[in-house]
């Protein structure tokens, strides 16, 4: 060890998980002391990390903390994540990030100060190309002042914001290829909840927790889109072509247009979701290069005939890997059998139930049937902690089922997974 380069030594500090950790190891000799001083170029402080943050009072903690990052030079990723150790003085957080600014590439921020700390217009027109903001507000922002020339990858969880400074935010950022709106408090003007944002180099983008009226996304380079546990009246994507990835779980929605940007999906991850099954038929049919297909507990509004294999294999011919979950209702297997197209390419298959039935087994033999070059198949069940004696029994006998069945299927590897 004594013969490493400082150089070497400040990557191994950088490395390690917490500020405390580095601390106590750059205590060992006098060259660990100089290498993180001049070499260290990551430091984290999480209060989940160690509890005893939480101990410690808000001026003992900004204390060391001050002290802890005065002592490093030439800092590129600094992460302060103080969830519950009350609050800080703003002067303070505001002197550890005006020290670190000019060198800083990554900052995860998530300090609450009183006032309120503005990130934009300190960390503005610097080097940074990650910000991650928690529980924090962003007001007045100012594209041509507060601009992030170098801002690859933007993060608001639990962030206050209104939707005219959200639009602007990504204006101030001309190379952002990655965005993530957590459960975002969107201030309004007016009785409609609109938010319009556009960016030509949004590659993608994550929504969680958001209820709108509006939602409007222009973006020409868009590559994945996945929205959870949203309720939105309308959502829009404006783009050309270019989205490949699509998920969407837990989220209401009155109307979903992707329509013109579907041509190019590779994965399309459904579910919880309620839509008219015309309007989602017409927006992912173009996707003729779709390589992964799961509709997992999706109900169709106004399709009482069930969703055929045929409608998946005609449209999907590059299909691979399909995941459906067994429904029957009124009677009606929900994903049904007609047709006679085989999925010739569709190697892994996984399978679920909701309510497990005598019908479920046959619904499995006849899918193997339709996919004659299957490696893997996974099926996925939920059983109820208070059993009857007739569940018991119908699983029983499915389980014996399957074992018959895949007799038939050597090759196939089979997996199950029971919740």
Same mark, same amino acid.
């Given at each position: $060890? ?7 030594i400040?990557?191994i500090?950088?490395?390690l998980e ?7 190891a750059?205590?060992t000799?006098r ?9 260290l ?6 209060s ?7 101990? @410690?009072?808000? +001026?003992l903690?900004?204390?060391l903390i001050t002290r802890t990052? &005065? ?8 992460s302060?994540l103080m ?10 957080v505001?002197?550890?990030l $005006?020290?670190t ?18 990130i ?21 922002? /100012?594209?041509?002042?507060?601009? &992030?020339?170098?801002?690859k990858?933007?993060?608001l969880?639990?962030v206050c #914001?209104?939707a005219l400074?959200l639009?602007l ?12 709106? #957590?459960d975002?408090? +969107? ?7 609109t938010? *319009?944002l ?11 927790? +958001?209820?709108l009226?509006k939602?409007i996304?222009?973006t020409?380079?868009? *590559?994945?889109l996945h929205?959870s =546990?949203?309720?939105?009246?309308? &959502? !829009?994507?404006i783009?050309?072509?270019?989205l490949?990835?699509?998920? @969407?779980d ?10 013109e940007?579907v041509d ?10 309620t839509i008219i ?5 017409? $927006? +992912?049919?173009r996707?003729?290069k779709?390589?992964?297909?799961r509709?997992?507990d999706?109900?169709?509004?106004d399709y009482d005939?069930? #969703? =055929?294999l /045929?409608?998946?294999a005609?449209?999907f011919?590059?299909l ?13 297997m929900?994903?049904?059998?007609q ?5 010739e390419?569709v190697?892994?298959l996984?399978?679920?139930w909701?309510v497990?039935n005598?019908f479920?087994s046959h619904w499995?033999? !006849? ?5 004659p ?8 069940g939920?059983i109820?902690e ?8 119908i699983?029983a ?5 399957i074992?018959?069945l $895949?007799?038939k299927?050597?090759?196939v590897e089979?997996?199950?997974?029971y919740?």
């Amino acid at each position: $060890m004594e013969h490493l380069p400082v150089e070497v030594i400040g990557n191994i500090l950088s490395h390690l998980e917490g500020a405390r950790d580095v601390v106590i190891a750059s205590a060992t000799c006098r060259k660990w002391r100089e290498a993180y001083r001049k070499h260290l170029h990551t430091l984290a402080f999480n209060s989940n990390d160690w509890p005893a943050y939480c101990d @410690i009072s808000p +001026i003992l903690l900004e204390i060391l903390i001050t002290r802890t990052i &005065f002592q490093t030079t030439g800092l590129q990723g600094l992460s302060i994540l103080m969830d519950d150790a009350g609050e800080f003085t703003a002067s303070t957080v505001i002197a550890w990030l $005006m020290y670190t600014r000019e060198t800083l590439r990554r900052l995860f921020y998530n300090v609450p100060t009183s006032p309120n700390v503005n990130i934009l217009a300190i960390c503005g027109r610097q080097k940074l190309e990650i910000l991650a903001v928690a529980h924090n507000s962003i007001t007045g922002v /100012e594209p041509n002042f507060q601009r &992030f020339p170098c801002l690859k990858s933007l993060s608001l969880s639990h962030v206050c #914001i209104s939707a005219l400074d959200l639009s602007l935010l990504l204006t101030a950022c001309p190379k952002l290829e990655s965005l993530e709106l #957590i459960d975002p408090e +969107i201030a309004i003007s007016d009785a409609q909840v609109t938010v *319009e944002l556009s960016s030509p180099t949004l590659k993608s983008i994550y929504v969680e927790a +958001i209820s709108l009226d509006k939602f409007i996304l222009e973006t020409d380079r868009i *590559e994945r889109l996945h929205l959870s =546990d949203c309720a939105l009246e309308v &959502f !829009e994507l404006i783009g050309k072509g270019t989205l490949k990835y699509f998920k @969407i779980d837990d989220v209401s929605v009155i109307h979903l247009d992707i329509a013109e940007t579907v041509d190019n999906l590779e994965v399309v991850d459904v579910s919880s979701f309620t839509i008219i099954w015309t309007r989602f038929y017409q $927006m +992912i049919s173009r996707s003729s290069k779709l390589r992964k297909l799961r509709l997992w507990d999706v109900t169709f509004d106004d399709y009482d005939e069930g #969703i =055929d294999l /045929e409608t998946i294999a005609v449209c999907f011919p590059q299909l691979k890997h399909l995941s459906l979950c067994y429904e029957l209702r009124d009677g009606l297997m929900h994903y049904g059998l007609q047709g006679s197209s085989n999925l010739e390419n569709v190697t892994v298959l996984e399978l679920g139930w909701t309510v497990i039935n005598d019908f479920f087994s046959h619904w499995v033999e !006849e899918l193997l049937k339709r996919c004659p070059n299957l490696k893997k198949i996974i099926i996925f069940g939920v059983i109820s902690e208070a059993k009857s004696h007739e569940e018991c029994q119908i699983l029983a006998k499915f389980t014996s089922s399957i074992v018959r069945l $895949m007799r038939k299927y050597m090759h196939v590897e089979v997996q199950f997974e029971y919740e």
